[in-house]
């Protein structure tokens, strides 16, 4: 809607345009969502559960106007955890994912970012590859596309995800390399940050971070090492890599 004002008349417009508002800054205002991120301690939660019982848990969450999505877990047995993640709309539940990992890693999630569009990230962890649906079958052609040598060292694995339904697009593990025999060390994210191309992952990494051609850096030092990843959007290459006292 567009309105046409010619002096004298030009107060008298004016203020009608204030009362029926202008068509274009209202929009523009709204659509700057922004990205929000969460990382933190997993919190045990089931697709059956309500808003109010998972959010009293303060785990992991990213709320941008009327949806929150939450991260965390359920213990599926004394000794196994397997990750989930929900999203609710203005309350109600649109949809709980309990089919990421199914087997006997013990993992669970602790980490979003999400721009309120089509960038949604979640942070996972994993403790080793078991026979059954594993994050494997989402890493095919990523930059890590499994957890490697070796089993308990605590990795992490990074998935992009589809906001509307959950599905997850595609993942990549992210984990530290021993440069003595080449098996899986620990890994756990810190922070996330998204400029609309580049995911920059931040953790804590003990021997040995990991450059970007998957190799061991050289460091000195005790463990963890703060380490930054710069990962492209789609998760098949690391642009760069650094870590505190390590080359």
């Not at 590859?129 to 994050?135: E, I, K, L, P, V």
């Not at 070796?150 to 530290?176: D, E």
């Amino acid at each position: 809607m567009s309105y046409h004002c010619q002096f004298p008349r030009y107060l008298a417009c004016l203020f009608l345009s204030l009362v029926l508002g202008t068509d274009l800054a209202i929009p523009q205002v709204l659509a700057q969502t922004g990205v929000k991120s969460s990382i933190g301690k997993g919190v045990a939660f089931t697709c059956n559960d309500s808003e109010a019982t998972i959010k009293a848990k303060n785990g992991p969450k990213v709320t941008i106007g009327p949806t929150t999505i939450y991260i965390g877990y359920q213990q599926v047995s004394s000794i196994n955890k397997d990750p989930r993640i929900i999203r609710f709309d203005n309350g109600f539940k649109t949809w709980c994912r309990s089919d990421y990992e199914t087997t006997n890693d013990d993992g669970t999630g602790y980490g979003l970012l999400w721009n309120g569009g089509n960038a949604l990230y979640g942070i996972f962890s994993s403790t080793g590859s078991q026979t059954g649906n594993d994050f494997r079958r989402f890493t095919n052609s990523r930059w890590l596309s499994s957890y490697g040598n070796g089993g308990g060292a605590k990795v992490a694995v990074i998935a992009r995800i589809n906001p509307a339904n959950g599905n997850v697009y595609y993942a990549t593990f992210l984990s530290a390399k021993k440069p003595s025999d080449g098996k899986t060390n620990s890994l756990n994210v810190t922070n996330l940050s998204w400029n609309g191309s580049n995911l920059t992952v931040q953790a804590n990494s003990w021997y040995s971070p990991r450059r970007p051609d998957r190799n061991s850096m050289n460091c000195s030092g005790s463990s963890p090492f703060k380490y930054t990843a710069v990962f492209a959007g789609d998760l098949t290459k690391v642009n760069s890599a650094s870590a505190i006292n390590c080359y």
